[in-house]
């Protein structure tokens, strides 16, 4: 323990918190969400915009959640208040304490998904291969149907013509020419391996009890780490498992990149086109880098409560945002060589590591063994960020209302369960809420984007806004320089926060909100 006055508890060392917020930021953010929202927005340029978000305005949101929470030893909610105890700057943490519960409740059910592929992994190995049957059977009931026929000669560039009005007649003729060749054998094979990971995937999914299990899991997971308090719990799980994590990323993305056909993928990922670039890609991405930084919510406040005034924040900062992105470009040179190799569509959606992954293993000397340890790193990579969720709720009514630690939890953990029931069962399960009508999409889309990115980035203004102009600028750079430390960028650092971070976010949103393209 360090120089800390309080009981609250805090991190042992420099080194303790930056493991301890990595472990926050670092999660499905990065390995399931930073993958699926590149590919479905055009891959490299998208991944250009996110890294410059990370460090124009990521990294100095970062170090003004972190001062105002060591400054004031608070959770988000009673660090505005004993700020500016008469003013409405506590609706900020109050939003960060909603926001909370709104992440962790869909989170949690992606994280029932990962925890549910370990288990698979380890109790039926088998699971990623397929039988000669059940290969053929899966094949006969794509080939069945005439649109699935027509991607067979899109993908192969069969014909010249048009195939919209083509008739079954000339589509047979074409196939039937096709299906002697040897292109053909390999692509069938792509092709059924490719529907046998959908058919597993869709099949857990859509299942109207087990993700509803695994999320309950989860979150009972989730809340038993938190009541135990914070460096005990957190740090020492973070500190041994994220170098593993790590490890076993390397080595899928060696696998992947010398799959036969990767090339294409590390184009697309690597060389922009930015053509391809949209307005609203702006947005996904300035979402995505707040998400995946922890940022927006107040869980960097109370994170910060716990440094000890000795620590450089603005390097923890750093140290904190290199880590995140690094999995995340790792994260994504494990995905697209292999879904390019394996003739998937990038712009997939929120299933893509879940059909990805197993696709990889079924091409490794021992890939379920590696199966079973990512699924199982990353539901720990989950955890430790569901815990970062959890914790600002929880700081919150412990502090402000007395609660004990305890009742705090549990009953937080149910609010979070409840309300991550529809998310649950929004995948097929349930009809309505797998295409919610006029958002037509599913419910937990629709709380991954208003939660995860526009939840955090109206938070992110707010907090920006809050230390750019009320708290004021000054007030970082003294908590900043506290024993001996210097913050040397703090010029630039102050330019960030008052005027970029506010006019982008603000722009990005009036975007969105004008155009209406929320989803
Ligand atoms: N950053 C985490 C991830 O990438 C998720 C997360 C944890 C989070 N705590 C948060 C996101 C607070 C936003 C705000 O998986």
Request: hydrophobic share 50%; charged share 15%; with cysteine.
């Amino acid at each position: 323990m360090s120089n800390l006055d309080s009981s609250r508890g805090n991190w042992s060392s420099k080194v303790g918190f930056i493991v301890a917020a990595a472990g926050s930021a670092i999660g499905l953010g990065n390995i399931w969400r930073f993958p699926y929202v590149a590919g479905e927005n055009g891959g490299a340029a998208f991944v250009l915009i996110y890294i410059v978000f990370v460090i124009l305005i990521g990294l100095p949101v970062m170090i003004a959640e972190l001062s105002i929470g060591r400054n004031t030893r608070k959770n988000p909610v009673g660090a505005f208040k004993k700020l500016f105890p008469k003013s409405y700057w506590k609706v900020v943490g109050g939003i960060g304490v909603l926001t909370g519960i709104g992440i962790l409740s869909f989170y949690a059910v992606i994280a029932g998904w990962t925890l549910q592929y370990a288990v698979k992994s380890i109790t039926s190995p088998g699971y990623i291969n397929y039988t000669e049957e059940q290969g053929a059977e899966l094949w006969q009931n794509f080939f069945s149907d005439r649109e699935n026929k027509i991607s067979v000669i899109t993908d192969n560039n069969l014909s010249k013509d048009s195939t919209e009005a083509m008739t079954d007649e000339k589509i047979d003729i074409i196939l039937n020419q096709f299906s002697g060749t040897d292109e053909f054998k390999s692509y069938k094979e792509k092709k059924m391996g490719q529907l046998h990971t959908d058919k597993i995937f869709n099949d857990f999914v859509s299942n109207p009890f087990l993700p509803i299990i695994y999320l309950f899991i989860f979150i009972g997971l989730t809340s038993a780490v938190v009541m135990g308090g914070v460096s005990a719990g957190i740090e020492r799980w973070s500190k041994i498992l994220m170098p593993v994590l790590f490890l076993l990323l390397i080595i899928l993305a060696i696998r992947s990149v010398t799959l036969d056909g990767a090339s294409k993928g590390l184009e697309f990922y690597l060389k922009p086109d930015f053509s391809k670039i949209k307005l609203e890609t702006f947005a996904r991405a300035l979402g995505q880098a707040f998400f995946s930084l922890s940022l927006g919510m107040g869980t960097m406040i109370t994170y910060g409560s716990y440094i000890s005034k000795r620590d450089n924040l603005v390097t923890s900062a750093s140290s904190v945002v290199f880590f995140d992105t690094l999995i995340a470009i790792l994260a994504g040179l494990v995905m697209f060589p292999a879904l390019f190799a394996m003739g998937m569509d990038p712009a997939g959606g929120s299933g893509l590591v879940f059909v990805v992954l197993p696709s990889i293993f079924a091409k490794m000397p021992g890939g379920i063994f590696f199966g079973a340890g990512i699924f199982l790193l990353l539901s720990i990579a989950a955890l430790t960020s569901t815990i970062s969720l959890l914790e600002v709720p929880v700081a919150y009514l412990v502090d402000d209302k007395g609660w004990s630690r305890k009742k705090a939890t549990i009953l937080m953990g149910l609010a979070a369960f409840l309300v991550g029931i529809p998310a649950a069962v929004s995948f097929g399960a349930n009809d309505w809420l797998t295409k919610i009508p006029i958002l037509k999409v599913g419910f937990l889309d629709f709380m991954n984007a208003f939660f995860g990115n526009y939840s955090l980035s109206i938070g992110s203004l707010l907090i920006a806004i809050f230390v750019g102009y009320k708290w004021g600028v000054k007030a970082v750079q003294r908590e900043v320089e506290q024993e001996g430390n210097i913050f040397k960028l703090k010029l630039i650092w102050a330019f960030l926060i008052r005027f970029i971070c506010p006019i982008a976010v603000v722009i990005i949103l009036g975007y969105i909100i004008v155009t209406q393209k929320y989803f």
